[in-house]
């Protein structure tokens, strides 16, 4: 075989390989790490001792809203809403722990905070969508066109499509 022909060959080997580890089926999953992670006890996330202090407060602020209902465009004009979206429930987890001031679309949180998963907290974003993870729990108002109200879930979700983000530090 000729040098190009290999090389070319061996391109297509590694694009290969890279196609296979770039997330095409990624999913996100709750996995329970002792003193790390939150558990749901009756639908409100219950977090180990001894998180930073923001991080409590992101996950008491979630806790506030679990149940409400979906409302489209709810928590945007105000964090305090009858209702939350999927970006209002991102604003308002992230405007509890003094995060944010002033309430996120799910487009101007896929630029929000720094690139990648934060070590307590991570923002998925994509246009249309938006859920937050805190201390290992998903807050999220469903997908597959639920729009259920925002509750957590330890439920597996695909991530593919979807900007990870951080706050600067979490």
């Not at 070590?119 to 974003?125: D, F, L, N």
Request: charged residues 15%.
């Amino acid at each position: 075989m000729l040098p190009t022909a290999q090389r070319a060959l061996g391109a297509l080997f590694i694009l290969f390989i890279l196609a296979g580890c770039s997330g095409g089926n990624r999913r996100w999953e709750y996995r329970y790490v002792p003193g790390k992670t939150a558990i749901l006890v009756d639908g409100k996330a219950v977090p180990p001792a001894g998180l930073p202090r923001q991080v409590m407060q992101a996950l008491t602020a979630g806790n506030q809203i679990v149940g409400l209902p979906y409302k489209y465009g709810g928590g945007h004009r105000t964090f305090h809403d009858s209702g939350y979206d999927c970006s209002g429930t991102v604003s308002y987890a992230l405007h509890g722990a003094g995060l944010i001031r002033s309430p996120g679309t799910s487009e101007s949180l896929r630029s929000y905070g720094k690139r990648g998963e934060g070590k307590h907290i991570t923002i998925y974003a994509k246009k249309g969508h938006a859920f937050i993870v805190i201390a290992g729990l998903r807050l999220d108002t469903g997908y597959h066109g639920e729009n259920e109200g925002p509750n957590w879930s330890t439920r597996s979700r695909p991530i593919q499509g979807y900007v990870a983000r951080h706050p600067p530090g979490w």
